[in-house]
């Protein structure tokens, strides 16, 4: 009896020892699968993967000091001059500045765009101009954009690029349709979000790829905006809250010359994204319990975003930026533009804004501009048909109570029902 017992006991254990070994070897953490890294191009020690199906989280540390940067390539601390441009002078349409909020874009932009001198819904490969490297660095990562980004266009690929000119200061570029010869024959072909770290040199000037518009950013990670007053709520997207303004590392003339460029008529001239005022409305905020900027459903994480903040292209006006309004991502101007989020509190109690449409006009002109040429002086003008009402009340602890009301007018709303949320910074 001794000895059945000893040999069903030692057979128990080996098919427990297989079982652990199958479970092991196909589970989610040990899958190449997941790790949608090419051969050639493995992650770099240290560094947590990138979820493949958003662009815009990142390993922790590929932008971010602290968590072993060099192993990406780079080297050394501090922020460079920009010896030249992204886009040469004459190809430069318009810049537009960080702090815009356009559509699924709820919160103030952390990079501005580089258009083309002519705007096309359908560009075609010979619509693309050069773009350039604006110092020297490393190419610590490249990834295929989502296929939700697709554009009509098969000829167009779509990169996100990441240059690190030290392991502190680094460049975003986003919506390259074509990379350089030179970057192209030393990655594999990506699969629509999958990332690479090729640890890439290149130069000041040098080619690294094509595009109609694109998307530039510049981030510090040795300065950390005080506009955010819970910056661990921006996790997903780690360099937002090291932006910096995009202008000010170029060497003169290129800055001045992009700067002829820019539509933002006052200081900052790159624009400004974080507003958050202690027991204000201003700034941004996020349903409670949400993951902060990460939201809860991807892509559309920004259903759960809000802000109140200023206008980046008319500093007086003021926008209602709403992640879901009819389940909608919008953006709105309030009835009056008033009264102004830096000043309602805690003591103001429930305020009712009336949400309405805007446009802005060129200010020497008096013309309303197309959205896609150079202008100066835009000036925001709000419509006066109502869209729809948003009651909010600032409470303690960076919380914040709204309800919004599609189709309503303030006379119809007298302040909050059981489909009111709470926010948080």
Same mark, same amino acid.
């Given at each position: 009896?001794?000895?059945?017992?000893?040999?069903?006991?030692?057979?128990?254990?080996?098919?427990?020892?297989?079982?652990?070994?199958?479970?092991?070897?196909?589970?989610?953490?040990?899958?190449?699968?997941?790790?949608?890294?090419?051969?050639?191009?493995?992650?770099?020690?240290?560094?947590?993967?990138?979820?493949?199906?958003?662009?815009?989280?990142?390993?922790?540390?590929?932008?971010?000091?602290?968590?072993?940067?060099?192993?990406?390539?780079?080297?050394?601390?501090?922020?460079?001059?920009?010896?030249?441009?992204?886009?040469?002078?004459?190809?430069?349409?318009?810049?537009?500045?960080?702090?815009?909020?356009?559509?699924?874009?709820?919160?103030?932009?952390?990079?501005?765009?580089?258009?083309?001198?002519?705007?096309?819904?359908?560009?075609?490969?010979?619509?693309?101009?050069?773009?350039?490297?604006?110092?020297?660095?490393?190419?610590?990562?490249?990834?295929?954009?989502?296929?939700?980004?697709?554009?009509?266009?098969?000829?167009?690929?779509?990169?996100?690029?990441?240059?690190?000119?030290?392991?502190?200061?680094?460049?975003?570029?986003?919506?390259?349709?074509?990379?350089?010869?030179?970057?192209?024959?030393?990655?594999?072909?990506?699969?629509?979000?999958?990332?690479?770290?090729?640890?890439?040199?290149?130069?000041?000037?040098?080619?690294?790829?094509?595009?109609?518009?694109?998307?530039?950013?510049?981030?510090?990670?040795?300065?950390?905006?005080?506009?955010?007053?819970?910056?661990?709520?921006?996790?997903?997207?780690?360099?937002?809250?090291?932006?910096?303004?995009?202008?000010?590392?170029?060497?003169?003339? %290129?800055?001045?010359?992009? +700067?002829?460029? !820019?539509?933002?008529?006052? &200081?900052?001239?790159? /624009? $400004?994204?974080?507003? *958050?005022?202690?027991?204000?409305?201003?700034?941004?905020?996020?349903?409670?319990?949400?993951?902060?900027?990460?939201?809860?459903?991807?892509?559309?994480?920004?259903?759960?975003?809000?802000?109140?903040?200023?206008?980046?292209?008319?500093?007086?006006?003021?926008?209602?930026?709403?992640?879901?309004?009819?389940?909608?991502?919008?953006?709105?101007?309030?009835?009056?533009?008033?009264?102004?989020?830096?000043?309602?509190?805690?003591?103001?109690?429930?305020?009712?804004?009336?949400?309405?449409?805007?446009?802005?006009?060129?200010?020497?002109?008096?013309?309303?501009?197309?959205?896609?040429?150079?202008?100066?002086?835009?000036?925001?003008?709000?419509?006066?048909?109502?869209?729809?009402? %948003?009651?909010?009340?600032? +409470?303690?602890? !960076?919380?914040?109570?709204? &309800?919004?009301?599609? /189709? $309503?007018?303030?006379? *119809?709303?007298?302040?909050?029902?059981?489909?009111?949320?709470?926010?948080?910074?």
């Amino acid at each position: 009896m001794v000895k059945k017992w000893a040999i069903y006991s030692v057979f128990i254990s080996i098919l427990l020892i297989v079982a652990v070994f199958f479970l092991f070897r196909n589970s989610p953490e040990n899958s190449d699968f997941n790790l949608n890294i090419s051969s050639n191009n493995e992650i770099p020690e240290n560094l947590e993967q990138i979820e493949a199906s958003d662009y815009r989280s990142k390993p922790s540390g590929a932008d971010n000091r602290g968590s072993n940067p060099e192993a990406l390539g780079c080297s050394g601390n501090g922020n460079v001059n920009f010896t030249f441009s992204p886009r040469n002078l004459e190809d430069i349409g318009l810049i537009e500045p960080t702090g815009l909020m356009i559509g699924n874009h709820v919160t103030p932009i952390d990079h501005g765009y580089f258009y083309p001198k002519v705007w096309k819904q359908e560009p075609e490969l010979s619509d693309l101009t050069d773009v350039f490297a604006p110092a020297d660095g490393i190419i610590t990562q490249i990834q295929r954009m989502p296929s939700y980004f697709s554009t009509k266009n098969p000829d167009f690929e779509d990169y996100r690029l990441v240059i690190h000119h030290t392991c502190t200061f680094y460049t975003i570029y986003i919506h390259l349709y074509k990379l350089s010869p030179k970057i192209k024959e030393k990655i594999d072909e990506l699969s629509p979000s999958q990332n690479i770290y090729p640890k890439i040199e290149v130069k000041a000037g040098e080619l690294i790829g094509r595009a109609f518009a694109f998307d530039f950013s510049v981030h510090d990670d040795e300065k950390t905006l005080s506009g955010f007053l819970v910056p661990e709520h921006y996790s997903r997207e780690p360099w937002k809250i090291h932006t910096v303004d995009m202008f000010e590392p170029f060497i003169e003339p %290129i800055k001045s010359r992009l +700067l002829e460029k !820019n539509i933002r008529s006052s &200081e900052p001239y790159g /624009g $400004k994204i974080d507003y *958050d005022l202690e027991g204000k409305l201003i700034g941004n905020w996020f349903v409670e319990n949400t993951n902060g900027y990460m939201g809860v459903k991807q892509p559309d994480y920004w259903g759960t975003h809000a802000s109140f903040s200023p206008d980046a292209l008319d500093s007086g006006h003021f926008i209602i930026s709403l992640g879901d309004f009819n389940g909608e991502a919008i953006q709105f101007g309030a009835k009056g533009n008033s009264p102004k989020p830096e000043e309602v509190s805690i003591s103001s109690g429930i305020v009712k804004y009336e949400l309405v449409d805007f446009e802005y006009k060129v200010g020497n002109t008096g013309d309303y501009w197309n959205r896609t040429s150079l202008a100066k002086s835009l000036i925001a003008e709000n419509k006066h048909e109502v869209k729809g009402v %948003i009651s909010v009340q600032v +409470l303690s602890g !960076n919380k914040m109570k709204m &309800e919004i009301f599609p /189709g $309503k007018l303030e006379s *119809d709303v007298s302040g909050f029902t059981s489909n009111a949320r709470i926010y948080e910074r």
